[in-house]
């Protein structure tokens, strides 16, 4: 069956007055019903058939989240067209070589710096574009070479369509991984890969009343998180809505009030170190009070977690410790937050505990572009914190050489795009996906993930670290942002550490220690030894030879436009130690 065909004429025609989508208009949120998203998928369809889009034909979307991008997207794969992903962080050439490396016909762009670079892409000879879509009439764009606004593209097609009739098998869009390392490859899902996937979680889940759920998408809508995850929403017949810039997060999750929301771990340190600052910062009897309800919401937490009864006692202890912190912790998410999947990286035991005791269930998974994102994850009860969860149905792992996770299932992608050999390489010879991670399983079937194969490094005394965990226990400070281990092959491990300008501003603030610029302040020895005495806090349970032993602060954040990380935020580590190599010898 056709994806999109699953996701609306079941909706459409279930509840069509019921808002479907959401988006900022000005000051405002504005919702399309189930009947007219449908519309707009449909002439948005006919307008791309129209304009010489046949089946198969590759469909790019470089832009931020919008309504439209997802109207766009689900119009490509209603009539048999391949949907390609752009990052809209990706600056020109490397938006270019997905282009080109897919062979897109058409694309929809959101701003001016996006359509500026399709029009040169446009202009070369040897490229395939040929029609450039704008989603905001704000963009200045040249009408003479085949550009349209979206609205005016539209404007004169019609709003019946017949989905184009689609097998399993058949590839429904190709998501080029960002990758740490290497150039990207189009990694190929199929319509199969998302419809088994969706109900695979709702046999996983059992959720009661999804449809009365709201979504708010932030993470961005390219990376096969978001994207699965507010596609699996709709499927479900929920809300979801869309955010456009992620910078503005807080105040929306004020105004949208969302039940749901995926992110990553990044997102949820932030939030649990922010809470224990502000709780540290309180009086005697509030940081009581405070460790009291935290330690009221985890026996209760606890309990819950493995279905066992709460005595009558600890409920009206819960609803005080509710009334006096939790409620106050939620209200700053919107308030009725209760279900949040994290993945992209791991996340410490001590957030996921955290966020239980408050009530909000944070289920920890864990995937790739190339498994349709979920492979494993947390249960609503009966999880292991400290672990990625259990396989969806339909997902098997097995614990291959070199203790890699591989993977059969339903999500498998069928290959990557034009590179078959590549595609060879991450299949074993019996079928099993390798997935480049190392994990192990427990006794009760939880998936524990010890690190990326390719990360583990082997000191000089013949000590294997994994940063991942050390880099996560880090940064659950909040003096601390972003943070890259060194050790491969030297005799102690560094960190490059990239502190969180605002605590260590309001910091400097409350301590009056003058200076001109970030770049000045990190050199300060009373900055340098505020960090020591943070990171021997932090690490006071590590083994010697996993301790930090030397670290430079770094006067600005690891950036997405010049490669250093990901659009979810995860650091390319061969980029930074080769760019910051001369800072790097220097703490040895």
Same mark, same amino acid.
């Given at each position: 069956m056709n994806l999109a065909e699953a996701i609306i004429n079941k909706n459409v025609a279930k509840h069509p007055i019921k808002s479907a989508i959401g988006f900022k208009k000005k000051e405002g949120w504005k919702e399309l019903s189930w009947k007219k998203f449908g519309e707009m998928i449909f002439k948005t369809a006919n307008a791309l058939k129209n304009a010489g889009i046949e089946e198969n034909d590759k469909v790019a979307i470089y832009s931020d989240n919008s309504s439209e991008w997802m109207i766009f997207d689900l119009a490509a794969i209603s009539i048999g067209a391949v949907t390609v992903p752009i990052y809209s962080t990706n600056n020109a050439e490397q938006a270019e070589y997905i282009i080109n490396d897919s062979q897109s016909k058409i694309i929809l762009v959101g701003d001016q710096a996006q359509y500026d670079a399709c029009l040169e892409v446009l202009h070369k000879e040897e490229s395939t574009l040929q029609t450039i879509i704008v989603s905001k009439k704000a963009v200045w764009i040249k009408k003479e070479f085949n550009s349209f606004y979206l609205e005016d593209f539209i404007a004169k097609a019609s709003s019946k369509l017949e989905f184009c009739k689609k097998e399993y098998e058949d590839v429904a869009t190709l998501i080029y991984t960002s990758g740490t390392t290497g150039t990207p490859k189009g990694v190929m899902l199929t319509h199969g890969n998302f419809i088994k996937a969706f109900d695979a979680h709702f046999e996983f889940f059992k959720f009661k009343n999804f449809e009365e759920e709201l979504s708010l998408a932030f993470l961005p809508l390219s990376h096969v998180f978001e994207r699965c995850w507010s596609l699996l929403c709709l499927y479900g017949g929920a809300r979801v809505y869309f955010l456009e810039d992620p910078k503005n997060i807080a105040k929306a999750l004020e105004e949208v009030k969302p039940t749901m929301m995926c992110a990553v771990p990044r997102f949820f340190q932030k939030v649990y170190a922010g809470v224990l600052e502000k709780a540290n910062e309180g009086s005697s009897l509030k940081k009581k009070i405070f460790n009291w309800a935290l330690e009221t919401g985890k026996q209760t937490g606890e309990l819950r977690q493995h279905e066992n009864p709460v005595p009558f006692g600890l409920k009206l202890k819960e609803s005080v410790a509710e009334m006096l912190v939790f409620n106050k912790i939620k209200e700053k998410m919107g308030g009725r937050l209760w279900f949040l999947p994290c993945g992209g990286a791991s996340l410490s035991p001590e957030v996921t505990r955290f966020f239980e005791s408050v009530g909000i269930h944070v289920t920890v998974g864990y995937g790739l572009t190339e498994t349709t994102a979920t492979l494993t994850l947390f249960?609503?009860?009966?999880?292991?914190? +400290?672990? =990625? *969860? @259990?396989?969806?149905?339909?997902?098997?792992?097995?614990?291959?050489?070199? $203790?890699? %996770? !591989?993977?059969?299932?339903?999500?498998?992608?069928?290959? /990557?795009? #034009?590179?078959?050999?590549?595609?060879?390489?991450?299949?074993?010879?019996?079928?099993?996906?390798?997935?480049?991670?190392?994990?192990?399983?427990?006794?009760?079937?939880?998936?524990?993930?010890?690190?990326?194969?390719?990360? &583990?490094?082997?000191? =000089?005394?013949?000590?294997?670290? +994994?940063?991942?965990? %050390?880099?996560?226990?880090?940064?659950? #400070?909040? /003096?601390? =942002? !972003?943070?890259?281990?060194?050790?491969?092959?030297?005799?102690?491990?560094?960190? &490059?550490?990239?502190?969180?300008?605002?605590?260590? *501003?309001?910091?400097?603030?409350?301590? #009056? %220690?003058?200076?001109?610029?970030?770049?000045?302040?990190?050199?300060?020895?009373?900055?340098?030894?505020? /960090?020591?005495?943070?990171?021997?806090?932090?690490?006071? $349970? &590590? =083994?010697?030879?996993?301790?930090?032993?030397?670290?430079? &602060?770094?006067? +600005?954040?690891? $950036?997405?436009?010049?490669?250093?990380?990901?659009?979810?935020?995860?650091?390319?580590?061969?980029?930074?130690?080769?760019? /910051?190599?001369? %800072?790097?010898? @220097?703490?040895?």
């Open positions: 249960p609503l009860t009966n999880f292991e914190h +400290a672990t =990625s *969860g @259990k396989p969806l149905p339909g997902v098997e792992i097995r614990i291959g050489e070199n $203790d890699e %996770i !591989q993977a059969k299932g339903n999500g498998i992608m069928k290959g /990557y795009y #034009n590179k078959p050999e590549e595609t060879q390489k991450v299949f074993t010879e019996d079928g099993w996906f390798k997935t480049g991670d190392a994990g192990k399983i427990d006794d009760a079937g939880n998936l524990i993930i010890t690190d990326r194969i390719k990360d &583990l490094m082997k000191t =000089s005394n013949g000590k294997y670290i +994994a940063p991942q965990q %050390i880099e996560n226990l880090l940064t659950n #400070n909040n /003096y601390i =942002s !972003q943070i890259v281990l060194i050790a491969e092959g030297r005799q102690f491990v560094s960190a &490059l550490i990239v502190p969180n300008f605002e605590f260590l *501003g309001d910091y400097i603030k409350k301590n #009056n %220690i003058p200076f001109t610029n970030w770049e000045e302040l990190v050199k300060k020895e009373e900055i340098i030894h505020l /960090y020591k005495d943070k990171i021997n806090e932090l690490q006071h $349970d &590590l =083994s010697d030879y996993e301790k930090v032993k030397k670290f430079t &602060l770094m006067p +600005a954040e690891f $950036d997405i436009n010049t490669g250093e990380i990901t659009p979810t935020l995860k650091v390319k580590r061969n980029v930074v130690l080769k760019k /910051y190599a001369d %800072i790097i010898e @220097k703490m040895y």
